[in-house]
């Protein structure tokens, strides 16, 4: 029986390591030093929403005693929450780079390490890679391959598709001798790639840019909410305003 396991097949299966919650080490990522403007930014438009609807019903209190006010009061707001739809929808892109958590100021921004080094931490807490590591665990290459990955999956959990590296798990590849690289369109996101859950492509331009794609996504779904409110909401008191006037002056 000895001598049968010491001259075992030497293609022997080998063990490869699969991210697991209860292996949890101390994470690489730098500390937050600050908040995140977006955050700051969601929550501005989460009470500017809130204010909207407090004027609203102010300005139709004030319609039977003082149109103009109530009218002027209520277009404000409005005009201001039309203004930020369509700087989320891109228009007058070169204005839009002042306003801070737009998806034009982050692509200023994108390549200031200290900003992003608190973006790459929520990416990491929010455990996208740890989750396509444990739902693609019995995926071979070729299944892989044609799963279906947000932006953020493909640029941050995974190497750039012409590295020179193999597949074994979602965030475990193997470099492949094999596979001829052309020197001039080398890809250097593939000397960040690590198999370490804490590094993978954090570092990556890829990851970068997949996180502005999915920002753009988001932002753009925000814009198209603003300014369609903003326009329904203007027309309806403008509306409402001007049968107000008539009826005032019919009587």
């Not at 690489?28 to 929550?43: C, H, L, R, T, Y």
Request: charged share 20%; with cysteine.
């Amino acid at each position: 029986m000895a001598d049968d396991k010491a001259d075992g097949n030497p293609a022997e299966e080998v063990q490869v390591p699969i991210i697991e919650e209860n292996e949890h080490k101390q994470a690489e990522v730098p500390p937050k030093k600050n908040i995140i403007p977006g955050k700051f930014f969601q929550i501005g438009i989460s009470i500017g929403l809130i204010c909207v609807f407090f004027i609203c019903n102010a300005a139709l209190f004030l319609r039977a005693r003082m149109q103009m006010v109530g009218i002027v009061v209520v277009m404000v707001p409005l005009t201001v929450m039309f203004t930020i739809g369509l700087a989320f929808l891109g228009a007058n892109s070169m204005e839009n780079r002042r306003i801070p958590a737009t998806p034009l100021w982050f692509e200023m921004k994108i390549h200031d390490n200290e900003l992003w080094n608190n973006i790459k931490e929520c990416i990491y807490d929010t455990g996208v890679c740890r989750d396509l590591a444990l739902t693609s665990t019995k995926l071979k290459s070729y299944d892989f391959s044609m799963k279906k990955l947000s932006s953020v999956e493909s640029g941050c959990c995974r190497p750039p598709a012409d590295c020179p590296l193999q597949y074994v798990n979602a965030t475990f590849w193997e470099k492949n001798d094999q596979m001829q690289t052309d020197s001039d369109t080398y890809n250097p996101d593939c000397d960040l790639w690590k198999n370490d859950r804490d590094a993978l492509c954090y570092d990556c331009l890829t990851c970068r840019q997949g996180y502005m794609k999915a920002l753009r996504s988001k932002w753009l779904k925000l814009g198209v909410f603003l300014v369609c409110m903003a326009l329904l909401l203007i027309s309806s008191h403008l509306s409402l305003f001007l049968v107000t006037m008539w009826e005032l002056h019919i009587s």
